[in-house]
Structures are given as structure tokens and as C-alpha cells.
């Protein structure tokens, strides 16, 4: 029995193409899309030596609750979910720019702050913040999407100029942004939560624009704890946050920050079991709901047999 999900390689009928992403086995089936989300786990763009158990079905499960709950508001790219590992949808044509919404200097825009940086992607930020502050009003700090490495930070000139999208386009994301990004405040309020930024990704679709990826989950979102906050805030203390930031944070007290010449560290056996731990804790806090857990005896057959279900059922 395997302890983890760690990649897959299934041959499914039809089945038009593969990609393997950081942490997502990514099928191709012409215009729809099967993707089995993993257990591995990235940070600093690179993909870490071990595999955390049921992250995947824990990060899919999130996504497919946040999908349901916005698709009223922006159309998304998500069919059905016939698996806690799998999401099928509509194969939509990327858009390579990352929308990141920022309601709190935290992060990566936290640690430019403390460079001295006070524009971040042609947006400025005040003077005398302190981290965990929230911002007079939500900010989006785009980044390109890269195929390898890091990606870049980039603002709405040079997007605009490198022709990536039309003005007409970038207003359109700019406000699917930010109605995603009030409606994941509100709902992480409703969990007494606070939604401190996160990411979306788009993609056209039939000439639509369309939310495509994750939302909402913490491998792409960070959320502080709402009680205390103001509080913690006043002393100087660190936020309880929930977010994958505890893993970059042990990484980088490990040395590793996916800087050249550094060396990943090894990951032991309790260090990978409290990651599981903080998962299951973030999605019952971010869902309001208990994690039902498939078991891992049969998962790869399990998987393949539920694909293969939709694809005899629904395309054939």
C-alpha cells in the first residue's frame, strides 16, 4: 500500500495528451481536462523530496468547494469532481500571468517591503507598515507564469505593453480578481478566518474568460486567524496564520530558499506527518466541514476506474 500519492501514469481512452505540473498529473482528453492532484508538495518553485499523505484529496476537495460557491459570480473551468484527487473540466488556453490579490503585507510582498521596496508591480505601498497590516485597499501584484523556474513579478504597463492581454482583457481579469477575492473574504470571515492573499489563474475558453486552477486553497492563499488579530497586531506579534508558509518557513530555517547553490533539505518522518496534520486542520477551518479520507489500498484503481466511469458515461 503506498503511503502517499506521489505521481501517476494512467493511459486513458482517448486520452490526447499528459503534463506533469509541481504538484498536478494533468490528462488531456481534446477539449477537457483530468487532472489527479498529487500528494507532492512545492515551495520556492521546486518540488520537495517527500510526498505529504492526503494532501491532494484534501487541496482538490477545497478548490472544488470554492469553484461551486463562485461560479455564479465568475465562470470557472470545473465539470464534476468524481474522486477527492480529481477534477475534470473544460481545457481552456492559459492565460501565463498569475493575479495575485493582496489585502494584507505579508509574504513575498512583506520581504520586498523589508528591502526597502515600497512599489511592488507598479503598486505603491505606504509608508510605515508593519507586516500583517492590512492595506487601505486590496492590491493586485501580477506575475508572469513561467513553464520552469520562478516566476516574476510584473505590473499592469508592462503587461499591457508586452501584449499579453488586450486592455480590454486585463480590466476583465482585474474584476473577476476582485469579486473572487470579496466573496473568499466574506466566506473566510463566515470560518473566522481572515483572507490575507492568494492567487487566481484564468484561461480563454470558447473565447470566455474563465477561472481555471485552484482557488482558495492554502497551497495558493494565506489566511490569518480572525480572533486576536487586532490584538496581535497592536503587540507586534506574528499572526496566526494558515497557509503552506510554516513549510517555506522550515525551509528556510533549514537554509533553503531555492537560491542557486542551495541544497534542499532532507524532510523526516514527523516534520511530513505534522504537514498532513496542519492540511486536515486547514480544510476543516477553511471548509467548515469534516475531511472524509480516501484510503490509499486501492487509490490508483480507484482513480482510474472513476475516470474511466465519466469518460464512458458522459463523453462517449
Not at 287 to 296: A, F, I, N, V
Request: net charge negative; with cysteine.
Amino acid at each position: 500500500m503506498p503511503k502517499a500519492l506521489r505521481e501517476t501514469d494512467y493511459n486513458f481512452p482517448g486520452q490526447t495528451g499528459f503534463y506533469k505540473g509541481k504538484v498536478r498529473d494533468v490528462y488531456f482528453l481534446d477539449n477537457i481536462l483530468v487532472i489527479v492532484a498529487s500528494d507532492r508538495i512545492s515551495a520556492f518553485d521546486h518540488i520537495l523530496p517527500e510526498a505529504i499523505p492526503y494532501k491532494g484529496q484534501i487541496l482538490n476537495q477545497i478548490a472544488y468547494h470554492f469553484l461551486r460557491a463562485s461560479e455564479a459570480i465568475v465562470p470557472n473551468w470545473l465539470i464534476m469532481s468524481p474522486h477527492p484527487n480529481v477534477s475534470i473540466g473544460k481545457r481552456a488556453d492559459p492565460i501565463k500571468l498569475e493575479m495575485v490579490v493582496r489585502g494584507y503585507l505579508a509574504g513575498h510582498a512583506w520581504r520586498e517591503y523589508q528591502a526597502g521596496k515600497r512599489i511592488i508591480c507598479g503598486v505603491t505601498m505606504p509608508d510605515g507598515m508593519k507586516e500583517g497590516d492590512r492595506f487601505p485597499t486590496p492590491i493586485i501584484t501580477p506575475a508572469t507564469k513561467a513553464e520552469e523556474g520562478h516566476d516574476e513579478d510584473i505590473s499592469e504597463a508592462q503587461i499591457l505593453e508586452q501584449g499579453i492581454v488586450t486592455e480590454e482583457d486585463w480590466h476583465t481579469l482585474t474584476r473577476y480578481a476582485m469579486d473572487l477575492f470579496y466573496l473568499g473574504s466574506k466566506m473566510a470571515k463566515e470560518q473566522g478566518l481572515i483572507l490575507v492573499d492568494t492567487k487566481y489563474e484564468f484561461g480563454r475558453y470558447e473565447g470566455e474568460i474563465i477561472l481555471i486552477d485552484e482557488v482558495h486553497t492554502p497551497d495558493s492563499s494565506r489566511y490569518y486567524i480572525l480572533d486576536g488579530y487586532e490584538d496581535r497586531q497592536a503587540r507586534g506579534e506574528k499572526q496566526k496564520q494558515l497557509s503552506k508558509e510554516f513549510v517555506r518557513e522550515w525551509l528556510m530555517s533549514h537554509g533553503f530558499q531555492g537560491k542557486e547553490g542551495q541544497v534542499m533539505p532532507d524532510m523526516p518522518e514527523e516534520f511530513v506527518q505534522s504537514v498532513t496534520d496542519r492540511y486536515e486542520d486547514l480544510y476543516q477551518k477553511i471548509t467548515g466541514k469534516d475531511l472524509h479520507k480516501e484510503s490509499y489500498d486501492t487509490i490508483y484503481r480507484d482513480i482510474e476506474k472513476a475516470v474511466n466511469n465519466y469518460i464512458e458515461y458522459e463523453i462517449r
